[in-house]
């Protein structure tokens, strides 16, 4: 037995295929290139939801319904924002949680919308929040990735900002049965309901084990400064017995295809002539050549959480809200899990080992 359940199978899924080998995303019988900054957000919540949720919806209805949703839950977010401004030991992520926490499974709308509408509604006032600003209701015209920039700036985004920020949602959706979507299955086949699976999935995101390294290669960036800092600075990590953020994958054995789908969206955003952008591309190609030099036969590649720190950052989000702006476009992945495993209908319950002590002898 393994202590990380490596190659236990322990779902059935329509959902996603995570082909770590071949460096390929699979979402519902469509590959990653083809829906993330292809099709909207909405699209893709509706193309992972269907036959599951009810209502079914197509994605134009569901664009509207999500707009509504957002507009419902804004009510409860203020109520929690009140508690939350009283409570300033609490991190974004854990507002986070305790605004989905105070949403009611007696609430009469479908609770997958309520879960979908409440994540950008608490982040994004809770990003205000931290600056001392008043939150933003949400706009139910808008798109969800829109009116999550809107409600963090209080300005319309522009186009380019909405559609990389859509693009990020829709290539972090689903991946496979991840830690925290293994977390929302098991507690949906308690048949504890989709609000209490969803909260789950999002406490296993918190780890820093799942949750990601988006921070922390910005750190590094910032730290190696310039180009004729990067080999030595990166050589050193290694020396010391550190890992460089953003490389290597328990899954992916070549290059993590949403490294690649976030750095067309980073390039788009940021235009050619970007120092930043032109520094990461650089300490990519260095850390790569490193790693290879020094981990032979490992194959570590680039990993998403790379490109999503440049992008995240470039849309201004505060490195603190990285992990819940992941979570918003996750929970569609949860949701469509929950719902798979609701008609599952069969409680999770594996078996354990023991090897303790046995009782003494009378
Ligand atoms: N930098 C340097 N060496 C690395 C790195 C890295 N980023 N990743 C793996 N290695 C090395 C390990 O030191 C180990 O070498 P050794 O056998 O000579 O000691 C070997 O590669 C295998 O490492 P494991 O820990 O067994 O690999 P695992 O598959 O468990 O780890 C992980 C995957 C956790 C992502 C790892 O690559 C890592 O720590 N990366 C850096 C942090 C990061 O970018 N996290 C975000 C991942 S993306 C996501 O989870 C959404």
Redesign the pocket.
């Known amino acids: 037995m393994t202590s990380g359940l490596e190659g236990v199978v322990a779902a059935e899924t329509v959902l996603s295929h995570v082909d770590g080998e071949n460096g390929r995303l699979i979402i519902r019988g469509r590959e990653l290139d083809d829906i993330a900054g292809k099709i909207s957000f909405e699209e893709v919540c509706a193309l992972l939801w269907e036959g599951l949720a009810e209502p079914d919806l197509p994605e134009k209805d569901l664009r509207e319904v999500l707009g509504t949703a957002r507009v419902a839950v804004w009510p409860l977010a203020q109520k929690v924002f009140t508690l939350c401004r009283e409570t300033p030991a609490l991190s974004l992520i854990e507002g986070l949680r305790l605004g989905l926490s105070a949403l009611s499974d007696q609430d009469k709308l479908p609770h997958h919308l309520l879960v979908t509408a409440m994540v950008p509604v608490m982040t994004a006032g809770l990003i205000r929040i931290r600056k001392g600003q008043e939150p933003v209701a949400p706009d139910e015209a808008l798109s969800h990735a829109a009116d999550f920039l809107a409600m963090m700036t209080a300005r319309p985004p522009k186009r380019l900002q909405a559609h990389a920020l859509d693009t990020y949602l829709s290539a972090v959706c689903d991946h496979g049965l991840n830690a925290s979507t293994f977390t929302a299955r098991v507690i949906a086949s308690t048949q504890a309901g989709m609000i209490s699976s969803v909260i789950g999935g999002l406490c296993a995101l918190k780890g820093p084990?799942?949750g990601?390294?988006p921070g922390p290669v910005l750190d590094m960036l910032d730290e190696i400064g310039d180009e004729k800092g990067i080999r030595p600075w990166l050589e050193r990590q290694?020396d010391q017995g550190e890992?460089?953020?953003?490389?290597?994958?328990?899954i992916y054995k070549v290059r993590d295809p949403r490294a690649d789908v976030l750095k067309g969206a980073v390039r788009l955003l940021s235009g050619d002539d970007n120092n930043r952008i032109a520094l990461a591309e650089k300490v990519e190609q260095v850390a790569l050549e490193v790693?290879a030099e020094r981990?032979p036969g490992?194959r570590?590649e680039t990993?998403?959480?790379f490109y999503t720190a440049l992008l995240l950052e470039a849309l201004s989000i505060p490195r603190e809200a990285f992990t819940p702006v992941f979570a918003i476009g996750r929970t569609a992945g949860w949701v469509a899990h929950v719902l798979e495993q609701e008609k599952v209908g069969r409680i999770i319950r594996p078996s354990s080992v023991y090897i303790g002590p046995e009782p003494l002898a009378a």
């Open positions: 084990l799942h990601g390294a290694l890992r460089l953020m953003g490389f290597g994958h328990r790693l981990k490992r570590l990993n998403v959480e």
